[in-house]
């Protein structure tokens, strides 16, 4: 199915009948809603770091190895600061809780930025798999806690300059006296504390309730294949077991999946807020 307007009117049906709705959302959702990793903004805001690192993009940027913690944490906190701290709720965020308001939703996401909590969406509802910008936790994960970094942010930004930041500012643990790191998972030692098991816990009786045999609607943006094994092979499996299930996959580079997964896939390539404007328009039709 090609035409534009075909595609909508159909996704818009499945999620006006749908009896649950899981958005599942990876960070081509935040691009779309322009976060900006490595356009004209980056370019400006990490205008430093670019000439002397020569950082393509803020998501490479966080794997280099500085030589000090002064350094990493100078870095970090500006990185916190300019995707977590700083923006509002993103219009098509917005516009995407606009669209499932009325529905029996939930989110699983691997966005780190908590725009669907800035949105409004119900924070019962939403799994943050990867973790958040807005917390840190012990380097070496000794002790199950996680704890806010926004006034740590505040205080090395404040106090940073040529991209370092007096010893003084630094976090430790308050355990083992190590040191802190952000709460993203990206090695062994990612934290995962009671809230986020409790996350985990809520998703899992939602999808266990209507993933197999009920009338599901799964609406996936953004998603590549950095990380697939967490929403999006689980999402085309879902479509594969069960006949009342459709994926709705909005994904301007990655549109598509399994063939046999084809005829209850609805793929969109074209800008999001496009195609989020579009279906809130016809589900209200419906």
Request: negative net charge; proline residues 4%; charged residues 25%.
């Amino acid at each position: 199915m090609t035409d534009f307007n075909q595609r909508i009117h159909r996704a818009a049906d499945c999620i006006s009948k749908a009896d649950a709705v899981v958005i599942g959302a990876g960070a081509g959702l935040s691009a779309a809603a322009g976060l900006d990793y490595s356009g004209p903004e980056f370019k400006k805001e990490f205008a430093d770091y670019i000439e002397k690192y020569g950082f393509p993009d803020l998501y490479s940027s966080s794997f280099y190895e500085f030589p000090s913690e002064e350094q990493r944490w100078a870095r970090w906190a500006r990185h916190i600061d300019y995707i977590r701290f700083r923006p509002g709720a993103m219009p098509l965020y917005s516009e995407l809780l606009d669209l499932v308001r009325s529905k029996n939703y939930f989110v699983i996401t691997t966005n780190v930025d908590a725009q669907f909590r800035k949105a409004g969406f119900d924070r019962d509802r939403i799994f943050e798999v990867q973790g958040d910008y807005g917390l840190m936790q012990c380097a070496v994960g000794c002790h199950p806690k996680v704890y806010s970094d926004k006034s740590t942010v505040q205080q090395i930004i404040a106090h940073s300059h040529d991209m370092t930041v007096d010893k003084a500012y630094i976090p430790s643990c308050p355990v083992c006296g190590g040191n802190m790191d952000v709460h993203v998972r990206k090695n062994q030692y990612f934290v995962q504390d009671e809230e986020w098991h409790e996350a985990a816990r809520r998703y899992e009786t939602f999808m266990s309730t209507y993933a197999d045999r009920g009338n599901v609607a799964l609406i996936e943006l953004g998603i590549g294949f950095n990380t697939p094994a967490i929403i999006r092979f689980p999402f085309e499996q879902i479509v594969f077991q069960n006949r009342n299930a459709t994926l709705i996959r909005l994904n301007s580079e990655y549109p598509d999946g399994p063939a046999e997964n084809a005829s209850r896939t609805i793929s969109f390539t074209e800008n999001m807020h496009k195609v989020i404007d579009n279906l809130i328009t016809n589900t209200s039709k419906e």
